[in-house]
């Protein structure tokens, strides 16, 4: 019998994941935000580039050849062609060694001035994963589309049905932050924007202790880069109904 006391957690580290494509107008200013960022604890950066064919990957060297002794830890990834986010993601997974994971949209309609609030209650061993909120205590985001914002009512809606008790506005939100040891344990199969509805399904599916806070958000319309559609919210809903009932 081992009668060691067990390890108590502690968080060292954050690791960033930042899955990017064609976003030469964000990727450089996406990463100083990351950078300037005061959370506490030192970051790595883990940024994923999927195939990009606009000059991201220019952008991307360039930056990685400036970077000073000092700075945040920082891997890059080139995949050669564009296979989806669900897949840099799992890619971006490889590459952590932090003990906090959070990922990162590319496009800046999230800021990251938000990581304090969302990573404190896993830092204070309150919770093991945390949502960045679009939604709570307020109406539709700003440059959010009142279909986008119906769907993604509608999907969490549905995750709450699906999952009694557990409390959650915001299913599609980029921020998601997890102890690194619970989403490195999930054996994700997601290659585009399904790693939502599946990493949701897994975490309210599981005994991990779950929280939102409010977070700041201003959408982007297709025109201005956006890549969602339509079909990836049906895809959203068939991914939580086949985890909930996925052995």
Known sequence: ?????????????????IPC??????????????????VGIPKEIIVVDDGSQDGTVKVLKEIHEKRRSGDDL???????????????????LKYVTGDIVIIQDAD???DPKDYPRIIQPIIDGEKDVVYGSRFLGKPRPKGMKFAN???NRIISSLARILYPGRKLTDEATCY???KSEIILSFDLKCERFEFCPEVTA???KGPYSFMEVPIFYEGRSIDEGKKIGWWDGVEAIWTLLRYRFKN
Do not use: C, Q
């Open 74 to 92: 920082m891997t890059i990834h080139y995949s050669m062609l564009n296979f989806g986010k669900g897949t840099a993601i799992r890619i971006g």
């Open 176 to 178: 998601k932050a997890f």
């Open 21 to 38: 494509y064609n976003e030469i107008e964000n990727i450089g200013e996406v990463i100083k935000a990351v950078e300037s960022v005061d």
């Open 1 to 17: 019998m081992n009668n060691e006391p067990k390890k108590e957690w502690k968080a060292e580290k954050l690791s960033v994941i």
């Open 149 to 151: 914002w119906l769907f």
């Open 108 to 110: 800046m309609e999230y």
């Open 202 to 204: 897994k975490v309210l």
